[in-house]
């Protein structure tokens, strides 16, 4: 369990290993214990009742007196830092690179047997010339 003052919430590790059941009261009140029936709630006071399930959140915001899903936060956490965005921009930019230093190489590549072309056709002419 965890507060700031506003948000008040529970995580449940993956395992599920200490459980955690939640009471929610028409007068809009929360209860959570390990235990079913730690709080003395009349049964028809009751409306919602449910368990934390392994690996997942509830979150209540008591400003707007609203239960926040587990969905809802992760995603809400996950687009704190989109990695599919990083990830993608750092492929694009990886081929961006990779593109350029192929054409890097073809260049010095195109150089090189023109300079082999060249140092050719001047030793050609070298050998035409002396043999006159």
Known sequence: MFTDGRYIGSVLDRNGLRPSRFYVSKSNFMY????VGVANVAPDEVIQKHR???????????????????????????MLRPVANWIEQEVSLIYVLLMLSMLLFIYAM???????????????????????
């Open 32 to 35: 959570m214990a390990s235990e």
């Open 52 to 78: 934390l399930k392994p690996g997942r959140l509830l979150l209540v915001d008591t400003k707007h007196g609203v239960f926040v899903k587990d969905d809802v936060i992760k995603e809400q956490i996950a």
């Open 110 to 132: 195109i150089s090189m047997l023109m300079s082999v072309c060249l140092s050719v056709c001047l030793s050609a002419y070298m050998s035409v010339c002396l043999s006159v």
